[in-house]
């Protein structure tokens, strides 16, 4: 790794050669085909002096709106000011997005050097006095001046957007935003740094066979494959990216092993040193109080969720307990279980956290005879990815066609489609970025190089859209085989893609902009398709015969499906409550010890030591640079709305419905952002939605069912007698 000194001294070189002719990114639109960004002419050196261009013409923009003399009205003010960001934003997202995806010590130092700058941008704009008196007025005489309801939606929301930007602080008051605004952006930054750099820098690296026991073939090739590229030939490397870690966790047989891994993954950024976050996470949170405090909200939370669906703190933390004692109990019925079947299976007495994916694994496959490693021969990524189109074809009539000239980002992972409505007409582009590599984020996620959006003259803008996934690679001639949650995975951020491809709406305030507890309805009710027998046997066909999935193993998984769901709703409800519980304290709350914080959180709710919560507090990236704090509860808020959604293609008997799943794109993807979520939501499903489907799918209506499981194991199965209480 090369000394940031010299990344610095060469990238400042490099800048000052650059000439705004010459840069691509200030191309408007970009000169390719379909009008994506030319990733093979951008070069480090082109992203500040475009990021520079583009803020001063911004800047520009902003100060005709405020300094114009006539009457401020919808068309002369919000317009303008909707539109004044195109091409920061087009900037914008070309660099943040490769910067995730493809970072460089490079990379960082630019990041470091364009956040003030756009912090301060967004600071003195929200805080432009001229501007906001004029955004006032239109705000104030929005019922009088024959706006329609969709202007009158936008002239709301960014009037309210001016006053939570601190519009009406005074002037000290103002300066003292500036700057926690300043220091925020650059914590949050040091923060994701960190932990990549720990997430990257352990190695499980093995050199022995008999450590080896219990892995599947296809994890022990792609381990040696890894360890090849890693400069380590005839060893086997595991690493803390998910795709490596998590079956290394579910089938190694050696708990130590184990422990070593998960300990690395759970401690990361807590070790100490240059990448330790707990100082940053305590600053974070502090810094975020004091700025809900200066803008009259009692904590953090209060300020992210009152323009949420949820509202208050208050109704989100009732939510979530309202889940959280029966999934508790679910899951202390499942360690007792768990914790019976591996002292019958090899007299194992102790159970920690490390071993939960081990013996859950063991005991299903025992349970319901379903085995991941033969259920993922059935889920061949490119199989899987034909199963996705085909959903979105039967659902919405949209067709996807391969690119093969079209300029990616990276060569050797990353796929690109067209995307056509029925007629043929031109919908978006659509990439796929699908494999891990150091460079990259961990985790999957959706998003755009450009947001789809209606101009006034007819003409549209389409929407380019990437999903980024960290699947296991395909080993040699193998192709890539998923998980079942892999293909959840790949569904779940496919549907946030849709909802980019059919967003519509004249103003890039509304257009696609919904509630963050909403967010995840688009992406969820996605999931819910490969679940069905009748979807599942379009594309789960066996990676070398082609046989289509048995009717048997589908059942199975059937049965299995609400198997250690008390595990998985706990795990998540804990990191929920953890991030809501860092984002209520109040501006005056003192915190000495991040560590301290989070035992105490999670001893209030008792969560029990066999399980952590799904993100601990320094390396929870949703809730400290990812966008999500005080909102990582959005995923189950929007499960009530998703399980609810799908529920009205089962009772309509065809979960194809053609006549529902065009409600759903105008009401629940399209239109969404130009009215209150639950009105659009009620608009497609009649009636509110109701919890009872969200606890059917996870199982945590069920009464325990009494289990004994045939062991077939060398060791003799103890009598009732010799089994240990097991509390």
Same mark, same amino acid.
């Given at each position: 790794m090369k000394k940031i000194s010299t990344i610095v001294a060469s990238f400042v070189v490099a800048t000052a050669c650059t000439t705004m002719n010459d840069n691509p990114l200030l191309q408007s639109p970009f000169q390719t085909e379909y009008n994506v960004p030319p990733f093979e002419d951008i070069k480090p050196a082109h992203y500040v002096p475009a990021f520079e261009k583009a803020i001063d013409e911004a800047r520009k923009a902003v100060d005709l709106i405020a300094s114009n003399r006539a009457d401020a009205t919808f068309q002369n003010t919000i317009i303008p000011f909707d539109r004044r960001n195109e091409q920061l934003d087009r900037i914008g997202s070309v660099f943040f997005n490769i910067r995730e995806t493809d970072v460089t010590d490079t990379l960082n130092v630019i990041a470091e050097t364009v956040m003030p700058m756009l912090t301060s941008y967004g600071d003195e704009t929200v805080m432009n006095d001229a501007l906001f008196m004029r955004i006032k007025h239109v705000y104030d005489t929005r019922f009088s001046a024959g706006l329609d309801s969709s202007q009158i939606s936008v002239a709301e929301l960014y009037y309210k957007e001016f006053v939570r930007g601190g519009a009406l602080l005074s002037p000290t008051d103002k300066e003292k935003l500036k700057k926690i605004n300043q220091e925020l952006s650059l914590l949050s930054l040091k923060f994701g740094n960190n932990l990549l750099a720990e997430t990257n820098k352990f190695q499980l690296v093995l050199d022995t066979i008999s450590d080896l026991a219990g892995l599947p073939e296809g994890v022990i090739a792609a381990a040696a494959e890894r360890a090849e590229k890693a400069g380590k030939p005839g060893k086997w490397l595991f690493t803390l990216q998910k795709a490596s870690m998590i079956p290394f966790l579910t089938y190694s047989e050696n708990h130590e092993l184990r422990k070593q891994i998960y300990d690395a993954y759970t401690n990361r950024a807590n070790n100490g040193g240059e990448n330790d976050n707990k100082e940053l996470v305590v600053k974070l949170a502090q810094l975020r109080a004091q700025k809900a405090a200066l803008l009259g909200y009692k904590s953090h939370a209060h300020y992210v969720i009152e323009r949420n669906m949820a509202a208050t703190p208050e109704a989100v933390d009732s939510f979530l307990m309202e889940l959280w004692t029966p999934a508790l109990q679910k899951a202390k019925y499942e360690l007792k279980d768990m914790k019976d079947f591996a002292y019958r299976y090899n007299r194992t007495t102790t159970l920690e956290a490390c071993?939960?994916?081990?013996?859950?694994?063991?005991?299903?496959?025992?349970?319901?005879?379903?085995?991941?490693?033969?259920?993922?021969?059935?889920?061949?990524?490119?199989?899987?990815?034909?199963?996705?189109?085909?959903?979105?074809?039967?659902?919405?009539?949209?067709?996807?066609?391969?690119?093969?000239?079209?300029?990616?980002?990276?060569?050797?992972?990353?796929?690109?489609? +067209?995307?056509?409505? &029925?007629? @043929?007409?031109?919908?978006?582009? /659509?990439?796929?970025?699908? *494999?891990?590599? $150091? !460079?990259?984020?961990?985790?999957?996620?959706?998003?755009?190089?450009?947001?789809?959006?209606?101009?006034?003259?007819?003409?549209?803008?389409?929407?380019?859209?990437?999903?980024?996934?960290?699947?296991?690679?395909?080993?040699?001639?193998?192709?890539?085989?998923?998980?079942?949650?892999?293909?959840?995975?790949?569904?779940?951020?496919?549907?946030?893609?849709?909802?980019?491809?059919?967003?519509?709406?004249?103003?890039?305030?509304?257009?696609?902009?919904?509630?963050?507890?909403?967010?995840?309805?688009?992406?969820?009710?996605?999931?819910?398709?490969?679940?069905?027998?009748?979807?599942?046997?379009?594309?789960?066909?066996?990676?070398?015969?082609?046989?289509?999935?048995?009717?048997?193993?589908? +059942?199975?998984?059937? &049965?299995? @499906?609400?198997?250690?769901?008390? /595990?998985?709703?706990?795990? *998540?409800?804990? $990191? !929920?409550?953890?991030?809501?519980?860092?984002?209520?304290?109040?501006?005056?709350?003192?915190?000495?010890?991040?560590?301290?914080?989070?035992?105490?959180?999670?001893?209030?709710?008792?969560?029990?030591?066999?399980?952590?919560?799904?993100?601990?507090?320094?390396?929870?990236?949703?809730?400290?640079?990812?966008?999500?704090?005080?909102?990582?509860?959005?995923?189950?808020?929007?499960?009530?709305?998703?399980?609810?959604?799908?529920?009205?293609?089962?009772?309509?008997?065809?979960?194809?419905?053609?006549?529902?799943?065009?409600?759903?794109?105008?009401?629940?993807?399209?239109?969404?952002?130009?009215?209150?979520?639950?009105?659009?939501?009620?608009?497609?499903?009649?009636?509110?939605?109701?919890?009872?489907y969200l606890i059917e799918k996870r199982g945590l209506n069920e009464k325990r069912p009494v289990y004994r499981p045939v062991v077939q194991q060398p060791v003799a199965v103890p009598t009732a007698s010799e089994t240990p209480s097991i509390q």
């Open positions: 071993d939960w994916f081990y013996w859950s694994e063991k005991l299903r496959k025992a349970k319901f005879d379903v085995d991941e490693t033969e259920l993922s021969q059935y889920f061949a990524m490119p199989n899987v990815r034909a199963g996705l189109f085909e959903v979105a074809n039967k659902l919405y009539g949209i067709k996807f066609k391969k690119l093969e000239n079209v300029p990616v980002y990276n060569n050797e992972c990353t796929e690109v489609f +067209e995307v056509t409505e &029925k007629d @043929g007409s031109y919908l978006g582009v /659509f990439y796929f970025d699908y *494999y891990p590599r $150091a !460079s990259k984020g961990a985790g999957a996620w959706c998003t755009s190089f450009q947001s789809a959006l209606d101009n006034f003259d007819g003409t549209r803008t389409a929407a380019q859209v990437s999903n980024v996934c960290n699947f296991t690679a395909p080993v040699g001639d193998q192709p890539a085989l998923l998980t079942y949650d892999d293909v959840e995975t790949m569904f779940h951020e496919f549907g946030h893609g849709l909802h980019s491809l059919f967003s519509k709406g004249y103003y890039r305030k509304t257009c696609g902009n919904v509630p963050r507890d909403y967010v995840e309805l688009p992406s969820q009710i996605m999931e819910h398709w490969p679940a069905e027998p009748e979807c599942l046997k379009t594309f789960a066909k066996h990676f070398q015969t082609g046989e289509v999935i048995p009717d048997a193993l589908i +059942e199975k998984v059937k &049965k299995a @499906g609400t198997f250690n769901q008390g /595990f998985a709703t706990v795990e *998540y409800l804990a $990191a !929920s409550l953890l991030d809501l519980k860092w984002h209520s304290i109040d501006s005056k709350t003192v915190i000495n010890d991040a560590n301290a914080f989070e035992a105490e959180a999670m001893k209030e709710i008792g969560l029990i030591d066999e399980i952590l919560p799904r993100y601990r507090s320094t390396y929870f990236s949703h809730a400290f640079n990812g966008g999500y704090s005080a909102g990582y509860y959005v995923y189950m808020w929007a499960e009530l709305l998703d399980c609810d959604a799908f529920a009205a293609y089962k009772e309509s008997g065809d979960i194809y419905n053609q006549e529902l799943a065009a409600s759903f794109r105008k009401n629940c993807l399209a239109e969404v952002g130009e009215d209150d979520a639950m009105n659009q939501y009620l608009k497609f499903r009649k009636q509110k939605p109701d919890v009872k």
